[in-house]
Nanobody
Framework: ELRVTESGGGSAQAGGSLRLSCALSGDLHDNVCVAWFRQTPGKEREGIATIYRGDGSTTYSASVPGRFNISQDNAKKTLYLQMNSLKPEDTAMYYC???????????????WGQGTQVNVSS
C-alpha cells in the first residue's frame, strides 16, 4: 500500500511560479509511477505529468508544454511539480497519485492524495 500527501499549493499571479510537493510513504518499490492531475469544478480530472520512480522517466500532457516540470528527490520519496509561467486557466485542485500497475495520464490510479488548491490571478 502507498500513501500520498500533496503540499505547496496557494496563490500566484499570472506569469509566476509555484512548486507542488508530493510525499510518498508505504511500499516504495522502484516500479511505482507517480502522476500529477488537476481538476476544476464540473470538469474531468486532467493528467499533467507522470514520473516512473525507478528510472525517473517522465511524460507530459500537451496542455502544459514546457511550463511544468515533474521531478523527484534523490531518495525518491518526494516528487515535485514545478509550475512556471502560470496562467489563470491553471487554477485548479492539483492531485498527486501513485500506482504500481500503470503509468499514464488517465485518472485511474489506485492511490490518491487529498489535493492542494492552486489559484492564479490575472
Amino acid at each position: 500500500e502507498l500513501r500520498v500527501t500533496e503540499s505547496g499549493g496557494g496563490s500566484a499571479q499570472a506569469g509566476g511560479s509555484l512548486r507542488l510537493s508530493c510525499a510518498l510513504s508505504g511500499d516504495l518499490h522502484d516500479n511505482v509511477c507517480v502522476a500529477w492531475f488537476r481538476q476544476t469544478p464540473g470538469k474531468e480530472r486532467e493528467g499533467i505529468a507522470t514520473i516512473y520512480r525507478g528510472d525517473g522517466s517522465t511524460t507530459y500532457s500537451a496542455s502544459v508544454p514546457g511550463r511544468f516540470n515533474i521531478s523527484q528527490d534523490n531518495a525518491k520519496k518526494t516528487l515535485y511539480l514545478q509550475m512556471n509561467s502560470l496562467k489563470p486557466e491553471d487554477t485548479a485542485m492539483y492531485y498527486c497519485a501513485a500506482d504500481t500497475a500503470r503509468c499514464w495520464l488517465r485518472p485511474d490510479f489506485k492511490y490518491w492524495g487529498q489535493g492542494t488548491q492552486v489559484n492564479v490571478s490575472s
